[in-house]
């Protein structure tokens, strides 16, 4: 059983569209997270969720909306879709007592042309 | 702010030999240190960790030391695998926030 699944795991889409990807986790945690990561391999956290509230919110263009309909459960959604928006987008879940414990899905890659 | 700084990749070494990533921190107070490995096509995977001043962490054979004075969490392995070639994050704890840093890309060579 996957831990923390992504879906879709590849989406190719023109400028201008609208996207999601769906994470799920299995591992009973309460808290989810999105990371971006660029082609040079850096990771920086956009957004984490505890209990279906929003408790991080870094610097990101509001084209990017978090959805958590439950603590199992955090979406992305992505708005006017931009070139630079083209990364490995990561999900990933703790228990907020064991922050830096993260357990990461396998990432979806998006590429916007 | 709070950061990581790790050495520049890629490191290359031959199987069998002896490998150190160097990772130095800036934080203010005492935070976790975290190693996070990441395989080709996969999410990270949490390595080892150190929660207190010289608390050594270990994992597969992999060994790190939370060293105050030195603000250093240097990731060191005595034997590497062709298995062990991935990317390398050295990670902080701050507010219940990961701040990775940039990543070390590890070639095993058979």
């Known amino acids: 059983d996957t831990a923390v699944s992504q879906t879709p795991k590849y989406l190719v889409t023109q400028m201008g569209n609208d996207k999601s990807i769906k994470c799920e986790q299995n591992l009973g945690h309460d808290t989810m997270y999105w990371y971006k990561q660029d082609s040079k391999k850096f990771l920086k956290i956009m957004f984490s969720?505890?209990?279906?509230?929003?408790?991080i919110n870094e610097t990101v263009p509001n084209r990017f909306s978090p959805k958590s309909p439950d603590k199992a459960h955090l979406n992305l959604h992505i708005n006017s879709l931009e070139l630079g928006d083209s990364a490995v987008y990561f999900c990933?879940?703790?228990?907020?007592?064991?922050?830096?414990?993260?357990?990461f899905g396998e990432g979806s890659r998006l590429t916007v042309l | 702010g709070d950061s990581v700084t790790q050495m520049e990749g890629p490191v290359t070494l031959s199987e069998e030999a002896f490998l150190t990533i160097n990772c130095t921190y800036t934080a203010t107070g005492y935070p976790s240190l975290f190693w996070y490995v990441q395989y080709p096509g996969e999410g990270l995977q949490l390595l080892l960790k150190?929660?207190?001043?010289?608390d050594k962490g270990s994992n597969k054979g992999f060994e790190a030391t939370y060293r105050k004075e030195t603000t250093s969490f240097h990731l060191e392995k005595g034997s590497v695998q062709v298995s062990d070639s991935a990317v390398y994050f050295c990670?902080?704890?701050?507010?219940?926030?990961?701040?990775f840093g940039k990543g070390t890309r590890l070639h095993i060579l058979p």
């Open positions: 990670a902080l704890d701050r507010d219940d926030k990961i701040i």
């Open positions: 990933a879940s703790s228990l907020l007592t064991r922050p830096g414990e993260l357990f």
């Open positions: 150190a929660t207190k001043a010289d």
């Open positions: 969720y505890n209990n279906k509230e929003l408790i």
